[in-house]
């Protein structure tokens, strides 16, 4: 390593891999990149929920309404649905699937054991026990019938 000797340099300061000379070294509240990051193009995903989100106007019954498009097209769905569009009714089908329509929540065997823990129970066991909830199995999608 060499050893500076200029007069803006400590005469013992060592200059190498991740030491750079003082006179280059960033200032307090200096950012080494005063530009900022460079804005990145859209990703499918950015694009999708931009769109999604954008409201658009429609007309019921003569009435102008404003709904973001991501709604209009749910509404359109369960109208086709209502008149017997199989694809309409297998759209609104899988929606309902995915955001858990379709669960019993007044059954624990399905939805699982409480999160909350009140402070005087020392183990959730003593709860569990109490309110006569046991073992909790959680339904696979894998399951055959022998099973």
Do not use: C
């Not at 390593?1 to 005469?11: A, G, I, V």
């Not at 006179?23 to 859209?42: C, I, L």
């Not at 003569?62 to 369960?78: C, D, K, V």
């Amino acid at each position: 390593m060499k050893k500076l000797t200029r007069s803006t340099q400590s005469p013992t300061y060592d200059v190498g891999y991740g030491k750079p000379p003082e006179a280059y070294q960033f200032k307090k509240g200096q950012t080494g990149n005063p530009r900022g990051r460079k804005k990145s193009d859209e990703n499918l995903i950015m694009v999708f929920k931009r769109l999604a989100n954008r409201l658009v106007k429609f007309s019921v019954n003569g009435e102008t309404q404003t709904m973001s498009m991501a709604q209009l097209i749910i509404m359109q769905n369960m109208k086709a649905a209502l008149n017997r569009d199989q694809i309409a009714m297998g759209n609104i089908m899988k929606l309902m699937e995915i955001s858990g329509e379709y669960l019993d929540w007044s059954n624990p065997d399905l939805v699982g054991k409480p999160i909350i823990v009140p402070e005087k129970w020392d183990n959730t066991d003593e709860l569990l026990a109490l309110h006569g909830v046991g073992t909790v199995r959680m339904p696979s999608s894998h399951q055959t019938d022998d099973s």
